[in-house]
């Protein structure tokens, strides 16, 4: 099993920024993958962005790109998402998440999720 503890969120005007982290604890392989996913009110969970643990090889969702940036620290088995010029449109609960990378669909499937943190951005 894989724990994830979030922290980070909270309130901030358009134009701020606000750095995310998630701490993993338990058991990884060599496919293991962290990513942000968000969920807004009303609307579907949505991915955001995602780092492969082993090459460190990144993706971004398109409304994020140039803005928010993924990292790791592998002696402390965290993720952290920093969220610059943030608009009222990122506001949503964020959830990190672990997975594993499936090559026949060439994507990673999310089994492990972090219990969510609220990101306000007011204008």
């Known amino acids: 099993q894989v724990q994830l503890v979030e922290s980070g969120g909270g309130w901030v005007q358009a134009g701020g920024s606000l750095r995310l982290s998630c701490a993993a604890s338990?058991?990884?392989?060599?496919?293991?993958?962290m990513g942000w996913f968000r969920q807004a009110p009303g609307k579907e969970r949505e991915f955001v962005a995602r780092i492969a643990w082993s090459s460190g090889s990144t993706r971004y969702a398109d409304s994020v790109k140039g803005r928010f940036t993924i990292s790791r620290d592998n002696a402390k088995n965290t993720v952290y998402l920093q969220m610059n010029s943030l608009k009222p449109e990122d506001t949503a609960v964020y959830y990190c998440?672990?997975?594993?990378?499936?090559?026949?669909?060439?994507?990673?499937?999310?089994?492990?999720w972090g219990q969510g943190t609220q990101i306000t951005v007011s204008s």
């Open positions: 998440a672990a997975g594993t990378y499936y090559s026949r669909s060439k994507s990673y499937q999310y089994d492990y």
């Open positions: 338990g058991r990884t392989f060599s496919n293991y993958a």
